[in-house]
């Protein structure tokens, strides 16, 4: 697999159903010198591309020209090709939708309209998780990664949170608190540090707590640790 992280080229398949939109990334993409090796409409030819010219990465419209969804391309791509990374564009994010993309095994999904910084950010997070071993077949980087209670994993570097690989979306503030709580992972921090880091203007104890509450019920009720009413530290593998 040619995935390649420092000043060479990324092979990218833009599968969208839309020209204007397909047009908009591939010049963003250009403009940042990655390679966008063709754009097409349907799941056949995506398929058929990744079996022949192999992408590193395909970025892949959950809605398409044909009889061939996006999650139903993208799965036959991973039977042919486990390596390639699928990232799903949608103008969704119902769970519905979310549910096709973990279903499918997609790297992360983009939401449409398109922004730059975004999609840029993304593929940014593609070459630095990922790189290429003696066989040729990618392995997850481990430098600033936390490795968390329930196996999820913080990126402090990107500030992303995965589990088995895959992005969790929380949110800025739900992100920033890991963050936070990541870079200071060994002691508890008080909540009144916290509420101060986090957020411009006072704010309650409640509302540090609701935010917690809405992260465990995402993630997982082991992801922010309480100790003793005194504040939280974030729960470690």
Avoid at 62 to 77: F, N, T, Y
Avoid at 169 to 174: D, M, Q, R, V, Y
Avoid at 212 to 237: A, E, S, V
Wanted: aromatic share 6%; glycine share 4%.
């Amino acid at each position: 697999m040619k995935l390649y992280l420092k000043g060479l080229i990324m092979q990218i398949l833009i599968v969208e159903d839309e020209i204007v939109p397909a047009n908009y990334l591939k010049k963003i993409l250009e403009l940042e010198h990655y390679t966008v090796m063709d754009i097409v409409n349907t799941g056949v030819d995506a398929v058929k591309i990744a079996r022949n010219k192999k992408p590193d990465v395909i970025l892949m419209d959950m809605m398409l020209k044909d009889h061939m969804s996006g999650a139903e391309a993208a799965k036959e791509i991973h039977y042919i090709n486990p390596h390639i990374i699928i990232i799903f564009l949608t103008a969704y994010s119902d769970k519905e939708m979310i549910g096709f993309a973990v279903e499918a095994e997609a790297f992360a999904y983009l939401l449409k309209p398109y922004r730059d910084k975004e999609i840029l950010a993304t593929l940014e997070l593609v070459k630095a998780k990922l790189s290429d071993n003696e066989n040729g077949v990618p392995v997850v980087k481990k430098s600033h990664m936390v490795m968390l209670a329930d196996n999820y994993v913080y990126d402090v570097k990107l500030q992303r949170l995965f589990l088995k690989d895959k992005e969790i979306h929380l949110g800025s503030k739900a992100l920033q608190l890991i963050q936070l709580l990541c870079k200071n992972k060994n002691i508890t921090l008080e909540i009144e540090i916290i509420l101060q880091e986090l957020w411009d203007k006072p704010k309650s104890g409640q509302t540090l707590r609701s935010l917690i509450h809405r992260i465990r019920t995402l993630t997982t009720p082991n992801l922010i640790q309480n100790t003793n009413k005194f504040g939280y530290r974030i729960g470690l593998k």
